[in-house]
């Protein structure tokens, strides 16, 4: 299959999540710029890109709320000067606090959450309107372990659930409601009591960045270096590999479509988002986040 680009010119995108158009539309997929500290929202009809909020720092996962706003984990900000990744047009280096950030459907960004984090990376919301999300030291990770998981409580309430994770990334839940994180080169299923499994501790092609899941339970991992979306059974037997054309680095992907099927991804570089239409399964529906 090959990846069709829908939209260009978003520094560094992330956090991909679809929005049906309620007329019937193809809808609209909004991500976060994790260079500019913004969400932006693209019109897959046309590629038109538009600001939906500047939330500051770096913004880096997001998912859909109830009332059609959004929430960001936010890391604090990077200092992408230092990593040469934007060599002609650094962005700007403005940190702010570490946490969990609303973006009500007008634009208006406020924390949820924003005490005791190191750098929020990705979320995502339960059946029972609990938050999921990852909390990994900054890139890159220091020699000891450091990274935790949360949850977070409609109310805005956090707890830690488990610790000590070299890094921490992406989060999803299975369809029985199982949380897996992407944990430094593979991907790790969490139980109850602080128990952990490995699914597949190496992913081939190197470590993941975000990933998705569909109906049936099957992962869908955006390989950054591999420059593609790797495709893994719930048994860590690879399926599939998703490459997209040229070089880049792939950082998330999500479902979305009328149906379903269609497989959206974002490449933080060269800064673009792509889809690919068709796939085989539909995706695992997203749960918005109920708020307080």
């Given amino acids: 299959m090959t990846a069709e680009v829908v939209a260009t010119g978003i520094r560094f995108p992330e956090g991909p999540v679809w929005c049906p158009d309620p007329a019937g539309g193809p809808g609209t997929l909004v ?7 913004a969400l932006e929202r693209v019109h897959l009809g046309t590629g038109r890109v538009e600001r939906v909020a ?7 996962g ?10 960001v984990t936010q890391n604090g900000g990077i200092d992408f000067a230092s990593t040469r990744l934007f060599p002609d047009d650094p962005p700007l280096y403005q940190p702010i606090t570490p946490g969990i950030q609303r973006v009500t459907p007008d634009g208006v960004v406020t924390y949820v959450s924003d005490r005791g984090f190191l750098a929020p990376n990705d979320l995502v919301v339960g059946s029972d309107g609990t938050v999921w999300f990852t909390d990994p030291p900054h890139f890159p990770p220091p020699a000891e372990p ?23 990334n992406g989060i999803a839940l299975e369809p029985d409601g199982t949380p897996v994180i992407v944990e430094a080169q593979g991907l790790l299923r969490l139980g109850a009591g602080g128990a952990r499994a490995w699914i597949i501790e190496h992913l081939p092609g190197g470590a993941g960045d975000g990933f998705c899941v569909d109906v049936d339970g099957r992962f869908y991992v955006a390989n950054t270096a591999a420059h593609g979306v790797r495709v893994v059974d719930p048994d860590g037997s690879e399926i599939d590999f998703l490459a997209i054309e040229g070089t880049g680095v792939t950082t998330n992907c999500c479902f979305g479509g009328a149906d379903g099927r269609t497989l959206f991804a974002t490449d933080g570089l060269p800064g673009q988002v792509l889809a690919w239409e068709g796939m085989p399964t539909a995706g695992l529906p997203l749960q918005p986040w109920p708020g307080p």
């Fill in 31 to 37: 991500c976060t710029s994790v260079a500019d500290g």
């Fill in 54 to 60: 500047t939330v500051g720092g770096g913004a880096n």
């Fill in 62 to 71: 997001a998912a859909p709320a109830l009332d059609g706003g959004f929430l």
């Fill in 146 to 168: 450091l990274g935790r998981v949360h949850t977070m409580r409609p109310d805005g309430e956090t707890q830690v659930v488990a610790g000590g994770f070299s890094y921490c």
